[in-house]
């Protein structure tokens, strides 16, 4: 189900009139968005390991290529 124009605007109107959130909370949100990215980084590295060459290939990786990106610290 698709938002028509107008309402998509109302959507937008609404939410830039919202009050703001308590600069904590606003830590907080860019904090927890931080941390689930490092984490699905850890994650999605750490299984480039259990990947079978003929896996790698299905997804463009060669297994060097695989090795290199797993090697990488989660922040980055």
């Known amino acids: 189900m698709t938002m ?3 309402r998509i605007k109302s959507v937008l109107i ?3 009139e919202a009050p703001s959130l ?6 907080a949100v860019v904090l ?5 990215k490092w984490r699905t980084n ?4 750490n299984q480039l390991w259990y990947l079978s060459d003929h896996q790698l290939r299905d997804v463009g ?3 060097e290529a695989a090795t290199r990106e797993a090697r990488l610290p989660f922040w980055k």
Do not use: C, E
């Open 14 to 16: 609404d939410l830039n």
């Open 32 to 36: 927890a968005g931080v941390v689930t």
């Open 42 to 45: 850890a994650r999605t590295r």
């Open 22 to 27: 308590p600069l904590f909370a606003q830590f």
């Open 4 to 6: 028509s124009a107008t």
């Open 61 to 63: 990786l060669t297994r």
